[in-house]
T-cell receptor, first 114, second 115 residues
């Protein structure tokens, strides 16, 4: 069975600082994908970034990057130059080829202070 | 914008009543998913469709829950004889079948409160 663990219930960061949100995963599959989603108070899950298990380079999308350490089974999200609008819940998720669904962690609530 | 849309955004009902939610996916997406999210938790998978076929259902989906996607476009999720434990956010997502590990696009959800 697949499992995602996010150990930080809440994070508080000063505006313009970088922040790392932790995510570890457990799977016996060889091919899988790792995702990060942002959920603001409006409720919509917004896709941020994706990393495939066979991708050799860490994924980047603008201010977001995914620090993928396959041997440690971790997929941490790094947000550079944080902004007030980054305040939200952040969820790490994974899927496996053929599993056709995402398994989510419990999330981390990020608060950016001015 | 042609993202995933869900209706209604909020639903308040009394225990024992039936409720139905609607989801309109992104038009070219052939996969549609339903998730449930309770307060302080990540979304949990309920079921998914490929076109009009319902291919997987979670154990979370009791006999009181039924989902349909009659023409492979929009989907409905019905909960019969609602219970207070059904109170949650119900999220719909869609994706385009590709080579695997497709990105899901989510709607804003329907927040259900059962009194």
């Amino acid at each position: 069975a697949q499992k995602i663990t996010q150990t930080q219930p809440g994070m508080f960061v000063q505006e313009k600082e970088a922040v790392t949100l932790d995510c570890t995963y457990d799977t016996s599959d060889q091919s899988y994908g790792l995702f990060w989603y942002k959920q603001p108070s409006s409720g919509e899950m917004i896709f941020l970034i994706y990393q495939g298990s066979y991708d050799e380079q860490n994924a980047t999308e603008g201010r977001y990057s995914l620090n993928f350490q396959k041997a440690r089974k971790s997929a941490n999200l790094v947000i550079s130059a944080s902004q007030l609008g980054d305040s939200a819940m952040y969820f790490c998720a994974m899927s496996s080829k053929g599993a056709q669904k995402l398994v989510f962690g419990q999330g981390t609530r990020l608060t950016i202070n001015p | 914008d042609t993202g995933v849309s869900q209706d209604p955004r909020h639903k308040i009902t009394k225990r024992g009543q039936n409720v139905t939610f609607r989801c309109d996916p992104i038009s070219e997406h052939n996969r549609l998913y339903w998730y449930r999210q309770t307060l302080g938790q990540g979304p949990e998978f309920l079921t998914y469709f490929q076109n009009e076929a319902q291919l997987e259902k979670s154990r979370l989906l009791s006999d009181r829950f039924s989902a349909e996607r009659p023409k492979g476009s929009f989907s409905t999720l019905e909960i019969q004889r609602t219970e207070q434990g059904d109170s949650a956010m119900y999220l719909c997502a869609s994706s385009l079948d590709g080579l695997g590990n497709e990105k899901l696009f989510f709607g804003s959800g329907t927040q259900l409160s059962v009194l």
